[in-house]
């Protein structure tokens, strides 16, 4: 465990709502803040840098709302996720203005989260990376990131094939700071065991994506509720990075399931010809292992206070070795 975790006195649970493309708009952030947990957002999930703006301007105002009426709540702080990579030409746009909101958690992917480092810590933020190998882990740490997430096995969305035993073990070997541990995590006990295990927080995904405020449509919650483990598919198909999507929402989009090999942009008839080509995020819904378990589209703040009592259940089972 990190010697001393950010964010620790301001949140109900160990947790972080992971940035969900579609899914994590202002109003399941404010609602995971609200209920303690650190909410997130990929700042691409903005049409525009002035959209972004009022996001912005929406989630501080409503928690600091919250927080002010409610002052025996824990309001969790927010944070912001920026895609690093060239393709997105906002990235310097989205951290300036992330820089004026002083947003307190930028997560970073896909790219160097050097330049990130200097300007968050300029105004006392904290930069987590995503990291899906031990390689990936030690680079972020040479550019001066505060924490990690380490996406397992079994995220949702762009995740790593390495089991979070492994991963975690072996970075725990090299590095003391605050780690968040993502890969099928849906309920309280499994946060308590990523505890154990090292980790300072759970890191979840596909569980919000099942509640009433994320944005997404009905369809898209049922498909979830639908699904098992063995209906999510791994494949690079879609981005040219390997992710884990919904088995009904590829199937749905006139794609066989069994011919995602071939490289992307290779002409094929595995696109319906009465639709439209199938886009990542929008058309293809993103997922990882743990909806076998999810049987219900409760709010956030119930789902919340569910995953408190399981967690406190999980901190006092006996083992019969102790």
């Given amino acids: ?12 649970l160990p947790l972080i709502g992971a940035p969900m493309f579609i899914a994590s708009y202002p109003e399941l952030v404010v609602a995971q803040c609200k209920a303690g947990v650190l909410g997130t957002f990929p700042s691409l999930n903005a049409r525009s840098i002035e959209v972004l703006d009022e996001w912005l301007t929406q989630i501080e105002t409503q928690t600091a709302a919250f927080r002010e009426a409610n002052p025996e709540r824990r309001v969790a702080p927010y944070g912001m996720n920026l895609i690093l990579h060239a393709s ?3 990235r310097e746009e989205d951290l300036a203005l992330a820089a004026s ?25 904290k930069v987590f990376h995503d990291v ?15 924490g990690l997430i380490l996406v397992c096995a079994g995220a949702g969305g762009h995740a790593g094939s390495l089991s979070p035993f492994a991963l975690l073990s072996e970075v725990r070997e090299f590095f003391d700071g605050p780690v968040a541990l993502a890969g099928a995590l849906s ?22 994506i099942a509640t009433v405020e994320a944005n997404v ?3 898209q919650k049922q498909v979830m509720l639908d699904s098992a483990a063995s209906d999510i598919v791994y494949t690079p198909f879609f981005t040219g990075i390997r992710a884990n999507y919904l088995r009904g929402s590829i199937v749905k ?28 995020w929008k058309d293809i819904w993103s997922a990882g292992h743990g909806v076998g378990t999810l049987h219900d589209l409760p709010t956030v703040e119930r789902l919340v206070a569910r995953l408190a009592d399981e967690y406190r259940e999980a901190v006092r089972l006996p083992s019969a070795f102790a």
């Fill in 217 to 219: 449509s009905d369809e």
């Fill in 253 to 280: 989009a006139g794609l066989d399931p069994q011919k995602l090999d071939l490289p992307r942009g290779t002409p094929t008839d595995l696109f319906n010809p009465e639709k439209k080509q199938a886009k990542a």
């Fill in 187 to 208: 309920n309280g006990r499994q946060l308590r065991a990523a505890e154990v295990m090292g980790a300072d927080y759970g890191y979840m995904g596909s569980r919000f």
């Fill in 101 to 125: 909101h002083q947003v307190p958690l930028i997560i970073t992917s896909v790219g160097k989260p050097d330049r990130v480092c200097g300007t968050v810590h300029a105004y006392g933020g």
């Fill in 88 to 90: 997105n030409t906002r």
């Fill in 1 to 12: 465990m990190a010697i001393s975790v950010p964010f620790a006195d301001q949140l109900a």
């Fill in 132 to 146: 899906i190998s031990v390689l990936h882990a030690r680079k972020a740490l040479d550019c001066g990131v505060d």
